[in-house]
């Protein structure tokens, strides 16, 4: 009898195990049939692809978005740099959101490739571009109880300037590799990374920009062998992920030098963007924001965690092995900390 009653519990705490394990795996896939299905998305035929009017005081123009997967609570908008670069940039995300039912939009602003590109430079200011992310947020029914807004770069001083003037509509911010005063990212640019070059390439480098002989095929030999390969992405240039190779090859020049310039040690000459500042703005930033800085950046790291500090409800992470590109040459600690993120914000505000 003994024996007999060791097999039954033996088989009932069995057989109530299987039955745990079977509804454990029955909601993980009713969740990931939801994330992956497109059933009653208008969107279905194109495979998450929307075409975006956006409307400007020189007319009505398209911007180009993908939505992957779907999710009420989790929807991240990413902002790519550049400006002109394109959403390719960030492809990479295709290994981490999915798995974690992360919803996001991959978006090509007005002038990048896949978007209109309207020959008119009046239409490249930062002002303007806030409006157009305003313009997509509603056309993608995105709100305070679901809207991420993650910027890189240029796309982080677009994050910025969005939230200063709309986060009434966010539930969460990501500033990545982007400080918040561009006249202080020239002094880092210049005094600290330039001299951090073997002297002879930077010599060679200040004096083509000197003479700004930026198209002589050597000042990119240089830069891609000497600072890229530093500051920017740190894989050898025929390492480099296909995908921003692509970005590189798909960039819109007229747009990026109208505001970035010419020059990679800083912004300078007549670049729209050579005076932005809003590092006194950061502390009217009240939802939750991470900040994430990495050793090698062409950003000042140190800048970055002072801004986390800064604004009223901020976390900082930082990229030990990164540089400009960290969703790359970092990639694991970059996504988890944004996936964390994410998750904390989202618990937090259940």
Not at 290 to 307: Q, R, S
Request: proline share 4%.
């Amino acid at each position: 009898m003994k024996r007999l009653s060791i097999i039954f519990f033996l088989l009932v705490f069995i057989t109530s195990c299987k039955q745990k394990s079977k509804e454990i795996i029955d909601v993980k896939t009713d969740e990931t049939s939801d994330y992956l299905s497109f059933k009653n998305r208008d969107d279905q035929f194109t495979g998450g692809i929307k075409m975006i009017p956006i409307t400007t005081d020189k007319g009505t123009f398209k911007v180009w978005t993908k939505t992957v997967g779907q999710n009420p609570t989790k929807k991240v908008l990413l902002l790519h740099g550049g400006p002109g670069m394109t959403h390719e940039i960030y492809e990479c995300a295709d290994g981490y959101f999915p798995q974690e039912s992360i919803e996001y939009i991959y978006y090509d602003q007005l002038g990048s490739y896949y978007s209109d590109k309207p020959d008119d430079l009046s239409l490249w200011t930062t002002e303007r571009f806030v409006e157009e992310v305003e313009q997509v947020r509603k056309a993608l029914n995105l709100d305070s109880s679901n809207f991420y807004l993650l910027g890189q770069s240029w796309g982080g001083i677009l994050a910025m300037e969005y939230a200063l003037k709309y986060q009434k509509n966010l539930k969460g911010l990501i500033i990545s590799n982007m400080m918040s005063s561009i006249p202080e990212y020239n002094l880092y640019a210049q005094e600290v990374l330039g001299p951090q070059l073997n002297p002879e390439v930077y010599e060679e480098i200040k004096m083509i920009e000197a003479n700004e002989d930026y198209t002589n095929p050597r000042y990119s030999e240089l830069l891609f062998n000497h600072y890229y390969t530093e500051h920017v992405l740190r894989l050898p240039v025929n390492e480099w992920p296909e995908a921003i190779l692509r970005t590189f090859n798909h960039a819109n020049n007229q747009v990026y030098v109208h505001m970035q310039g010419h020059s990679e040690f800083g912004i300078t000459g007549d670049a729209t963007l050579k005076d932005w500042d809003v590092k006194n703005r950061l502390k009217e930033i009240t939802v939750p924001t991470l900040v994430i800085g990495a050793k090698y950046d062409t950003m000042d790291p140190n800048h970055m965690e002072w801004m986390s500090k800064e604004v009223q409800n901020g976390s900082y992470l930082f990229c030990p092995n990164g540089s400009h590109l960290s969703q790359y040459d970092d990639q694991k600690n970059y996504f988890n900390g944004i996936i964390n993120f994410i998750k904390n914000t989202n618990s937090n505000s259940n």
